[in-house]
Each structure stands twice: as C-alpha cells, then as structure tokens.
C-alpha cells in the first residue's frame, strides 16, 4: 500500500518562503510521477507543480502558472521524498497543499490533471498573512 506523508507547512508572512515535503513509501519512488496540488476554501482542487519519472522521463518539471518562477519541484530519490520549495509567497497561495503519485508513464498533459494520480498525502496547511 503507497503511503504519501507531507510535512513542512505553516504559517508564513507575504514574501517569506517554504519547503515542503512528501515522503513516500510502498512503491517504488524512481518510477512514479510525483505532483502537487492545492486547495483553498470554497475552492476547487487545483495542479502546482508536477516532476515526471526519473526513469522514463528524467525528472521533468512543470508548474501551474501561478506559482511560475517561484515554486521548484524537486526529487530525492535515494530519500523517496519529493519537495515543493515555494517562494515570494502570496496571500493567495493560502491552501492545503497535498501530495500525489501517478505511476506509469503518461502523457503530459494528465500531469496537471487530478484523476492522474491513485495516491494522495493528507494534505499539509500553508497560511500566508499580509
């Protein structure tokens, strides 16, 4: 049973920065496409960051325009742990951010796209204050 456990969020001023982290366990990590999603209330779920297989697809990365140019996937595989550094944070990436595995080889357009992903973390609560 894929088990996915996220830590590192918090509270966190305008402009300050975060890390987070999925831990991953009962699959084999090197295989599967890791992504990130988030929700806010009263909103839907939606697709932030997504890094592809080392295995098939060399660990491409690709983001949700709203987070562009101040989010970066990453990937520890010896760790099976994946990471989500955001910075310049916003009010408006206020959410519960959650973790999922998609395993397989898809294309690329399902990364951004829930139904891709079997596994999902319990979420982990990031609050950004202005």
């Known amino acids: 049973q894929v088990q996915l456990v996220e830590s590192g969020g918090g509270l966190v001023q305008a402009g300050g920065s975060l890390r987070l982290s999925c831990a991953a366990s009962?699959?084999?990590?090197?295989?599967?496409?890791m992504g990130w999603f988030r929700q806010a209330p009263g909103k839907e779920r939606e697709f932030v960051a997504a890094?592809?297989?080392?295995?098939?697809?060399?660990?491409?990365?690709y983001y949700a325009d709203s987070v562009k140019g101040r989010a970066t996937i990453f990937r520890d595989n010896a760790k099976n742990t994946v990471f989500l550094q955001m910075n310049t944070l916003k009010p408006e990436d206020t959410a519960v951010y959650y973790c999922?595995?998609?395993?397989?080889?898809?294309?690329?357009?399902?990364?951004?796209?829930?139904?891709?992903?079997?596994?999902w973390g319990q979420g982990t609560q990031v609050t950004v204050s202005s």
């Open positions: 999922a595995l998609s395993s397989g080889p898809i294309p690329t357009v399902r990364l951004f796209n829930a139904n891709a992903y079997s596994y």
């Open positions: 009962g699959r084999t990590f090197s295989n599967s496409n």
């Open positions: 890094i592809t297989a080392i295995t098939w697809s060399g660990g491409s990365t």
